[in-house]
């Protein structure tokens, strides 16, 4: 599982020119699941995003989580994270897991990051629709995570 993580002032989703996810101060997370993941990628990659420390203290120091400023959240699915671009110069996606696998393991991603912060703080795009997602990165502060190579 990987996870683009995003600290911004503000992000929103729009699906068919209607917004269906809007956040102030939070994060912005791109989620992309291979057939490999499971309820164990899902917990330790939201426990990662709730509990990391990207946001400034009062000395300007990234020392506050997501959980400590009560900030938004915003899960994106987004299937493209697993792209290979080895060979030639169309990427391939044959490592992403299929839909109605994925959806299952993203649907686990925001009822998982519910048991963590408060219902009313989690936002998401839709599942496999075309999505604009329009964000102002804060910082800019972006991080990768990948459940297969914790470092």
């Known amino acids: 599982m990987r996870a683009i993580v995003q600290r911004v002032s503000h992000a929103s989703v729009k ?5 269906v996810g809007k956040i102030k101060q939070g994060l ?5 699941f ?6 164990a990628d899902v917990q330790w990659v939201i426990n990662k995003i709730v509990n990391m420390r990207l946001f400034d203290d009062q000395n300007q120091k990234m020392n506050l989580s997501l959980s ?4 938004e959240l915003l899960l994106v699915s987004q299937f493209t994270l697993h792209a290979s671009t080895k060979k030639g110069n169309r990427p391939s996606f044959v490592k992403s897991a299929p839909a109605d696998y994925a959806v299952n393991l993203y649907n686990e991603c925001i009822d998982y990051a519910k048991t963590m912060m408060h219902e009313n703080k989690i936002k998401t795009g839709i599942f496999g629709a075309m999505m604009d997602v329009n964000l102002c990165n804060k910082g800019p502060v972006t991080i990768t995570i990948d459940s297969k190579n914790k470092e």
Do not use: A, P, Q, R
């Open 28 to 32: 912005l997370v791109l989620l992309g």
């Open 15 to 19: 699906v068919e020119n209607e917004f």
């Open 68 to 71: 400590d400023l009560d900030g």
């Open 34 to 39: 291979e057939l490999s993941d499971n309820t």
